[in-house]
């Protein structure tokens, strides 16, 4: 009986063995979030990534995400298991999962695993991220051109060079533009606290800024341009998602994370066993970086001008870090005639002219 | 220039202290009572969620006010059921309360992720609000500061001017004894739970339909916390509730005006965002300092199970 019993189940185990190797059924493909998808946002746009995908693979693969995965040792044991749960490809959006799924890859080498924004890849790790800053320069050439009190203000996380370097692309834009420009920053400390970015971005506007962008999660700030409009002149750039629905009179363009083709394209690889490794970091020209409609308040000869600028980006004629790049000190950073690499822009650890505060010193 | 800076400092150092006064007054009478609830986070969450529902469907913000405080005292009552009637643990049922209200609040409130709310206009006291520097802090807010102004005064003239409250700050210091001459300890814990509930409510009410027209998950971002600490340090004082929630607020604004000014000061952010913390802390122990006083005034039986028949 006994015996039998374990024949029967090494059989059904054997079939149930054989017909996933055939492949016949679609591929499951796992999300890992740092924050609820919502509305807006870093995670939304991912989620909005994993439905075009979805939808353009339909029958390949099936996916999964799984949200509020607080960076650390929970994630760690949230991708296991979603390795463990049979996915064959694992996105990681956020930064702090860099080690965690660098562990986890190295106990499925089966499975392939891709993580957004980190530096550590391996032979079954690959990495992504968007160059951004492209889209906050062309941001930061509205704000100088349209500007009447000449400032802006930007509502920051932390003092991180991903978030510097976006400051530094937009103050450059604007000083593109109007060399009277300066950007002043106001640190949160937090990723995410509606209240506060809230209050941040009233207090850059009741000090004079007329333009305000913000580089945190929620559409607080956005808001806050919004009800301070009428009164003041306030306009808004949006970041991660467009937030026109929460601006509809104040936000004159914004920087927007686009993220599908790149699954697309990337999943396909994977499937097609061609995958060798992945490095992107995709901006404009990959369209993993848009800028958000421009509002019927901004003039057309200068929508006109965008479109031209945002061209050249796309083809690698005007980049926001061309030399000169020269920082708050007056010390050139880039020569005349080069353009930042990627290694220093990662790295990027002081303002340039054109941004009025402090560089927070760690 | 500078006239200006001052009144909008001002203005906004009243609104960021205000859900803070209003839950932590909350939370002062239920301790007062003898009774720890830690729940205040999670209550707030639910109240914020209720309000904004409520707000958005019916398109009146008071309506939204009046759900957020059902929704406080609905979770409350729960802490209630749990901690007094089946007395357990109170510090472990109220961070319970907590963390179920925040995930809860994120339940009900996925639909509303995408819904955008119509900022309230402020009642203008007339002419008073015209006065300069203080004239928009104190006379061009929402209903809800108003409402956090008669609250200090009520709930002090109520704890140490009334039988009622004295009979809560009984219950609070000794319950047998308010119990052997006849008092109801659970129902007057009872009363004050709900009433910390309700505050607590309003808290998240003011802050998804006034503070920042919207909802998301974890909007309310610790803000509950800090105001049970506030409950501590200011040594169960509704006035130093007061200062503490202001000297909170005004510390959060001041630090951000001075990032925002432009000017270059050499000050790292992040010690300038810690700043409000370890300033209110600091002062409130300062001006607390009087170790016969916390005693005086700090609830004896407070966190302890009361069982009626023992």
């Given at each position: 009986m006994k015996t039998r019993n374990l024949a029967l189940a090494t059989l059904a185990g054997a079939v149930l063995c054989s017909t996933a190797l055939t492949a016949a059924e679609p591929v499951k493909v796992g999300f890992i979030y740092v924050s609820p998808v919502g509305d807006a946002g870093w995670t939304y746009q991912h989620d909005l990534g994993r439905k075009q995908m979805e939808a353009a693979m339909k029958g390949a693969v099936t996916t999964k995400f799984i949200e509020n995965v607080p960076e650390g040792a929970d994630a760690e044991r949230i991708i296991r298991q979603m390795a463990q749960d049979g996915n064959q490809i694992i996105f990681t959006t956020s930064f702090g999962y860099m080690n965690p799924t660098e562990k986890v890859s190295k106990t499925f080498p089966n499975?392939?695993?891709?993580?957004?924004?980190?530096?550590?890849?391996g032979a079954n790790m690959g990495i992504y991220n968007a160059r951004f800053y492209e889209g906050r320069y062309l941001n930061g050439v509205i704000?100088?051109?349209?500007?009447?009190?000449?400032?802006?203000?930007?509502?920051?996380?932390?003092?991180?060079?991903?978030?510097?370097m976006g400051i530094n692309a937009f103050a450059r834009g604007m000083k593109s533009v109007n060399p009277k420009a300066e950007v002043r920053v106001i640190w949160v400390n937090s990723w995410f606290d509606p209240g506060k970015e809230r209050e941040a971005a009233m207090t850059l506007i009741a000090q004079g800024a007329d333009m305000i962008t913000h580089h945190t999660d929620s559409t607080a700030v956005v808001q806050a341009a919004e009800e301070k409009h009428k009164e003041k002149g306030t306009w808004a750039f949006s970041y991660h998602s467009d937030m026109s629905k929460y601006g509809p009179t104040a936000q004159l363009s914004g920087t927007t994370h686009v993220w599908g083709e790149f699954y697309i394209r990337t999943i396909k690889e994977v499937l097609d066993k061609k995958w060798k490794g992945t490095n992107v970091w995709g901006g404009m020209k990959e369209g993993m970086i848009q800028l958000a409609p421009m509002s019927?308040?901004?003039?057309?000869?200068?929508?006109?001008?965008?479109?031209?600028?945002?061209?050249?980006?796309?083809?690698?004629?005007?980049?926001?870090?061309?030399?000169?790049?020269?920082?708050?000190?007056?010390?050139?950073?880039?020569?005349?005639?080069?353009?930042?690499?990627?290694?220093?822009?990662?790295?990027?650890n002081y303002y340039v002219q054109g941004v009025a505060s402090a560089f927070p010193k760690n | 220039m500078g006239l200006n800076f001052i009144s909008s400092i001002l203005f906004a150092t009243v609104v960021a202290g205000t859900p803070l006064i209003i839950v932590a007054l909350g939370e002062l009478v239920t301790e007062k009572a003898g009774v720890l609830n830690l729940g205040a986070e999670g209550t707030m969450?639910?109240?914020?969620?209720?309000?904004?529902?409520?707000?958005?469907?019916?398109?009146?913000?008071?309506?939204?006010?009046?759900?957020?405080?059902?929704?406080?005292?609905?979770?409350?009552?729960?802490f209630g059921i749990s901690a007094l009637t089946l007395m357990a643990n109170q510090v472990a049922s109220g961070l319970a309360l907590s963390i179920f209200g925040v995930g809860l609040s994120a339940f009900i409130g996925k639909p509303y992720e995408s819904v955008a709310l119509a900022s309230v206009e402020p009642i203008r006291i007339p002419l008073l609000h015209k006065i300069p520097l203080f004239g928009p802090a104190l006379f061009e807010q929402q209903g809800l500061v108003y409402f956090s102004w008669v609250l200090i005064v009520a709930v002090a003239w109520f704890l140490y001017r009334t039988k009622a409250g004295l009979v809560l700050r009984a219950v609070g210091e000794s319950p047998v004894s308010a119990h052997s001459i006849g008092y109801g300890v659970v129902r007057i814990r009872y009363q004050a739970v709900l009433f910390g509930g309700a505050m607590a409510g309003i808290g998240g009410a003011f802050m998804s339909v006034f503070y920042t027209p919207m909802w998301v998950?974890?909007?309310?971002?610790?803000?509950?916390?800090?105001?049970?600490?506030?409950?501590?340090?200011a040594t169960w004082r509704p006035a130093r509730v007061m200062i503490g929630a202001y000297l909170f607020g005004g510390c959060m604004i001041a630090q951000m005006f001075v990032q925002g000014s432009g000017v270059r000061i050499n000050i790292p952010a992040q010690f300038l965002s810690a700043m409000p913390y370890a300033a209110t802390v600091l002062v409130l122990v300062l001006i607390s300092r009087n170790r016969g006083t916390i005693r005086l005034n700090s609830p004896a039986s407070l966190g302890q199970t009361f069982l009626p028949d023992a």
């Open positions: 499975v392939t695993f891709f993580h957004a924004t980190g530096y550590k890849s704000a100088g051109k349209m500007s009447k009190t000449n400032v802006a203000g930007y509502v920051a996380a932390f003092p991180i060079p991903e978030v510097v019927k308040s901004v003039p057309a000869d200068l929508q006109k001008q965008i479109v031209k600028l945002e061209g050249e980006i796309k083809t690698g004629k005007l980049h926001p870090f061309a030399g000169p790049v020269v920082d708050q000190a007056g010390k050139e950073r880039v020569a005349k005639g080069t353009n930042m690499s990627d290694s220093d822009m990662n790295s990027m | 969450s639910v109240g914020a969620v209720a309000a904004f529902a409520v707000a958005h469907h019916t398109g009146n913000p008071f309506l939204g006010i009046l759900a957020g405080m059902g929704a406080g005292i609905l979770m409350s009552l729960l998950e974890g909007m309310v971002a610790g803000r509950g916390w800090i105001a049970l600490s506030l409950v501590v340090f």
